[in-house]
Structure formats: structure tokens, C-alpha cells
Nanobody
């Protein structure tokens, strides 16, 4: 199982970025896949999650209405579309995946529950 993030970069406040999480060694549509971020000196927090099978999505309050998670099964990739970016969104963004019998519950449980495999992250910097 391998996850590779891409699409990070530097943008001004109000701008947009789309992050990609390319999966190999497994099929994302059968896994819960989540995006996390960690800013310097802060704990890692979950940004959002997409459930397997029913494609239900879950977002933290701080990004609701601005960020959207989607999945393209044809290319085994999960995306994080980030609009109206703010300086406080500056972080390293990671994707993670969790499979297994109970994977459809991982997103609802929140946090890092069930997330067994992680990418190395991509840096997003938002300037004022």
C-alpha cells in the first residue's frame, strides 16, 4: 500500500489548490480515505474523510463549505479541493487510508481511527 500526495504550493489568501492522493497497492473505493494536516507546533488534525461504498464525506467545522473531498476510481486517486484558503490553512497535508470489515465506520468515528497507511505529505502555504 502506498499513498503519494501532490498539488501543494504557495497561494495568496482567497486562492484555491487541489491536492491529489494517488493510491497504489489497493483500491481506494474500498477504503476510508482521509485528509489530515499539521501546522508547525500544532497537533495533526483531520480535515475530512470519504467513506467506502456510499462515498459519504465528513468535514471538520473549520473547512466546511471551503474544502471538498472527491474520488476518481478510474485513476485510484482521492482529491481535496481547497477554496477560499486562509493563512491558518498553512500546513503539511497528509492523506491516509484504512480498510477492512469496519472501514465504513472510520470516517464517522473521526480522528485517526482506522487509518493504517499514510502518505508523506505535501506543503500548503497561504500568505495574507
Amino acid at each position: 500500500v502506498q499513498l503519494v500526495e501532490s498539488g501543494g504550493g504557495a497561494v495568496q489568501s482567497g486562492g484555491s489548490l487541489r491536492l491529489s492522493c494517488a493510491a497504489s497497492g489497493f483500491v481506494p473505493k474500498f477504503y476510508a480515505v482521509a485528509w489530515f494536516r499539521q501546522a508547525p507546533g500544532k497537533e495533526r488534525e483531520r480535515v475530512g474523510c470519504i467513506s467506502p461504498h456510499d462515498d459519504g464525506t465528513y468535514y471538520e467545522d473549520s473547512v466546511k463549505g471551503r474544502f471538498t473531498i472527491s474520488r476518481d476510481d478510474a485513476v485510484n486517486t482521492v482529491f481535496l479541493q481547497m477554496n477560499n484558503l486562509k493563512p491558518e490553512d498553512t500546513s503539511i497535508y497528509y492523506c491516509a487510508a484504512g480498510g477492512g470489515y469496519y472501514s465504513n465506520t472510520y470516517c464517522m468515528r473521526g480522528g485517526e481511527y482506522g487509518m493504517a497507511d499514510w502518505g508523506k505529505g505535501t506543503l500548503v502555504t497561504v500568505s495574507p
